[in-house]
């Protein structure tokens, strides 16, 4: 499936959309806009496919993601069991880079987010105490209307572009592929990866995807993520397993099994790659995040 892009509605008078959103689950699939976007999740959690990242989101997350970038904010099942009551709900900022003046964004004191703006572009999910902060300054902009909103937009962003505790969602080449012809080649594969991840993907299956060889097909994603094909699978079903280990309590070989791997002692080996600790350690040592993946 493409990502489909997402015409945002906006009143004549409003150069940035505030959504309080209230709802059974999340309902937007895989898409992509021309705006920035903040999100804060006051209820809910599921998991995060954004650019080639993935991680699990509930309560608590804030993330910045730049223009362009394909992603969904997937509900878990339980949310889309019509007997469930709880309901997700978050705060959306959507805005697009052009309501910084290019003078006003070039000013000495706008550095710093002109910076984070840039590094949008590969998505942020902030971490640690900071995330309280920053959540507080969303809900307070929130409360406030007019030229009240947007100056605390920028009081937020400059406050962003401070904290010093995040991850990327993206690789460093995903940003490089989100202006490249192929695009939708590239996100067909990363689509059908998403879909069938907990399966065996073998690399003449991933590589007829993309409509090349097996040899081109490698060579051509190293290319635009600086990784290897493998690599960017054992990074997905990671993520996974590290929802399953801690939002849903699975035993270390059934998350093993469940996220794609069918060697135990495989997977061992990449969890502890991936953060330094066995996946027995992350549990005991870290809350619902954990520690954030390597950046690429």
């Known amino acids: 499936m493409k990502p489909f892009y997402q015409k945002l509605v906006t009143l004549p008078a409003q150069s940035v959309i505030f959504y309080n959103e209230e709802k059974p689950h999340f309902t937007v699939p895989w898409h992509f806009h021309p705006e920035i976007e903040i999100l804060c999740v006051i209820k809910g959690s599921g998991i995060c496919y954004s650019g080639d990242g993935i991680h699990p989101f509930s309560e608590g997350e804030i993330s910045l993601l730049g223009e362009n970038i394909p992603h969904w904010w997937k509900s878990d099942s339980k949310y889309l069991d019509p007997e469930n009551e709880q309901g997700?709900?978050?705060?959306?900022i959507q805005f697009k880079k052009e309501i910084f003046d290019a003078n006003f964004i070039n000013l000495h004191e706008m550095r710093a987010i002109k910076e984070l703006i840039g590094k949008s572009q590969r998505g942020i999910q902030f971490m640690g105490k900071n995330r309280k902060i920053l959540g507080d300054q969303i809900m307070k902009i929130f409360r406030l209307k007019g030229v009240k909103r947007i100056t605390e937009l920028i009081i937020l962003l400059d406050m962003m572009a401070k904290v010093r505790e995040y991850k990327y969602h993206s690789s460093v080449g995903y940003s490089r592929i989100i202006s490249s012809y192929d695009f939708f080649r590239f996100n067909s594969v990363h689509e059908y990866v998403i879909r069938n991840f907990t399966k065996p993907i073998t690399l003449q299956e991933i590589?007829?995807?993309?409509?090349?060889?097996?040899?081109a097909f490698c060579r051509y994603f190293k290319k635009h993520t600086g990784r290897t094909f493998v690599s960017f699978l054992n990074e997905i079903r990671i993520g996974y397993a590290c929802k399953l280990l801690i939002e849903e309590a699975r035993p270390?070989?059934?998350?093993?099994?469940?996220?794609?791997?069918?060697?135990?002692?495989h997977f061992n080996k990449i969890f502890k790659r991936t953060f330094n600790l066995?996946?027995?350690e992350y549990i005991k040592a870290h809350g619902l995040y954990g520690v954030p993946l390597k950046e690429y």
């Open 88 to 92: 997700i709900k978050a705060l959306i």
């Open 207 to 215: 590589s007829e995807k993309a409509n090349i060889c097996p040899t």
């Open 252 to 265: 270390v070989n059934l998350a093993c099994i469940e996220s794609g791997f069918n060697n135990l002692a």
């Open 278 to 280: 066995s996946p027995t």
